[in-house]
């Protein structure tokens, strides 16, 4: 039997995550409702997509019998209430990152999700590439020995875009792309919290961060340093060095198409879009999905892959550098 999804929001990343379902077998994924905040937009997305219902209110998706999971993909300021909304009416959820904007939000969503017994993942779509699957087969088989250090950068031009430099709209260069720089480190170094976090950067005037760099230590003197950025292009590749070898993610860390191993490269392609993306192999986003549909079929209420204790790490590293840079969101006063 199928998996239905429930679409919550008819944005850019919403479009991709549907494009992405379709490379699936139907038979085994199914997008059956589509809500967003006014019925039109609901209406044309799922013209668009060749979705049955369309909803314009986040409320009826809720109470949609037929919905076995929700995608969230609203912007992060938004993602609690609508993660408690659906979860309250007992469904399963798999919610964009960042999860939320702080831990004590990412606290109450977990809490919410074991309260009603529903499944649960922030959708940090990275970890399910196969590239990254062949990583942590590499690091679980000790092809590079011991790990001592990690190093990934994301920086891309968003000054442009509204969302990313205005704080009530979760502007910022560390949740909007730093949390792929630190997403990697937490899962190469397997869910281990770091003894220090040492951060420097630059804020906007709007009070967000613009580029950020953070130096991580973990046990055994083990190191890693991540840099994000909204102003600038940076390289966008990843290394895992160890005692033995290297691995390298060449370009495009957080949605990554090849390693190179110890000097070796491998192509690792995701299927082509039967529908214009907005984003950079988006259809790379059928592997968190399959990962939903595996854990439901299971009955597991959080994937191994990325737990609830992973997205509660990344909320307090990423609470400890906006410290660290003086970056306060009104949910922070709270």
Known sequence: MATRWGICSAGKISHDFTVALKSLPPEEHQVVAVAARKLE??????????????YGSYEELAGDPDVDVVYIGVIHPYHISTSLLFMNAKKNVLCEKPLAMNTKEVQEILACAKMNDVFFMEAVWTRFFPASVEIRR???????????MVRSEFGVRLTDIRRSLEKELGGGALLDVGVYGLQFICM?????????????????????????????????????????SLSVALLNDAAIVGTKGTIRVPEHMWCPTSLVVNGAETQYPVPEPCLPLNFMNSTGMRYEAEEVRQCLLKGLKESPVMSHADSLLLAEVEDEVRRQLGVVYSQDCK
Do not use: M, W
């Open 188 to 228: 190469v170094y397997n869910g281990e919290k770091p003894e220090s976090v040492q951060a420097t950067g630059i804020l906007l005037e709007t009070g967000v961060d613009d580029t950020v760099v953070v130096t991580l230590k973990f046990s055994k003197n083990r190191l890693a340093v991540f840099t994000c």
């Open 41 to 54: 937009d609901a209406q044309k997305f799922a013209e668009k997509h060749g979705i049955p219902r369309a």
């Open 138 to 148: 590499l690091l679980d088989q000790g092809e590079l020995g011991e790990v001592k």
